[in-house]
């Protein structure tokens, strides 16, 4: 289909379509402007009243909140204390973390973690690993190279692993050197 118009017409349609699209442009640009000032005012006016409110506090607030302060400070050393206490429980009782570094870095593609059992006991530890592996090779290479490492005393491996030639459920039991 040919075009019919004249040359000076194409130019004001072109013109024409050009400005309504400037003019489209220019309202979504002012519409997201507006939307985006309005989210964003209720942000600020909470922010400037939480400062204002730390301003007053930090320059000489009344004796109520120099109390509140001071009794702030009290629990957040006993909660210090607190954690301290547990964190030496908690560092006694979980998997330390070059084990499950060693571990992952040792297994291969075809090994998959599903589970990690930790039991600590005076002098040495008990790893229990538990996951699938998707054939017999990939297993006994995972085996293989956890009993090679120096890091692990014994590893118990037992045949039930090994039931089926593919998607293998296994348990192992990795018993942690003393040194």
Known sequence: MANLLPQYQ??????????????????????????????????YMLIMAKHDSLVEITQG?????????????????????????????????SVPKD???TVFDL???????????????????????S????DRAGLLTFVNSLKNDPLFENIDDPRSNYTSPYDLDYSLVLTLSTS
């Open 10 to 43: 194409k130019k004001r349609v072109r013109r024409s379509y050009r400005g309504r699209l400037a003019v489209v442009a220019l309202f979504m640009l002012a519409a997201v402007l507006m939307i985006g000032t309005t989210l964003l005012l209720s942000p």
């Open 61 to 93: 607030g009344s004796e109520v909140q120099k109390e509140e302060v001071q009794n702030a400070r009290v629990i957040l050393a006993d909660v210090k204390a607190e954690l301290a206490r547990i964190s030496e429980v908690v560092s006694t009782r």
């Open 99 to 101: 084990v499950l570094g």
């Open 107 to 129: 297994r291969p593609k075809e090994v998959s973690i599903t589970k990690i059992s930790y039991e600590s006991e005076p002098g040495s530890g008990r790893v229990v690993l």
């Open 131 to 134: 996951g699938m592996a998707a």
